[in-house]
């Protein structure tokens, strides 16, 4: 998952979230972020939590790194603490460009597919015999 951040100091950051396994549910997690200028900061999440409290979602982790990134931690690959309290902000999430979809197609029906074929024949549109 790609998104953008603005940071007062530093402009508008890329930030990229990549997470193993099918659907991005499996850890570890790796959140990078790089500024205007193209320093790129590595944040690892390995979930340390034993017991029944929940896992957190994908995008607390990306404000997790975010709030990190702000408070110094930038250009080295540093673990996601997530103690830490979340940054507050927009975060837009960018989506990459996708072409429209093809037209439905139509298929005749499996009940009657050969009504249409015998009405045009009886009209005498098909008759070139």
């Not at 975060?91 to 093809?102: G, S």
Request: aromatic content about 6%; hydrophobic content about 40%; proline content about 9%.
């Amino acid at each position: 998952m790609n998104f953008s951040y603005s940071t007062p100091h530093s402009g508008a950051c890329l930030v990229k979230l990549w997470a193993s396994g099918r659907y991005g549910f499996s850890l570890p997690k790796k959140v990078e972020i790089t500024d205007a200028a193209g320093v790129t900061s590595s944040f690892l999440y390995h979930s340390r939590k034993v017991g029944t409290s929940p896992e957190l979602t994908n995008r607390m982790l990306v404000r997790i790194a975010i709030a990190q990134f702000l408070q110094g931690a930038r250009g080295a690959s540093v673990q996601i603490d997530d103690s830490v309290a979340p940054c507050v902000g927009a975060l837009t999430q960018i989506r990459p460009f996708a072409p429209p979809l093809p037209p439905p197609r139509v298929r005749p029906s499996r009940v009657m597919p050969k009504a249409a074929a015998l009405a045009a024949t009886a009209d005498g549109i098909n008759d070139a015999a």
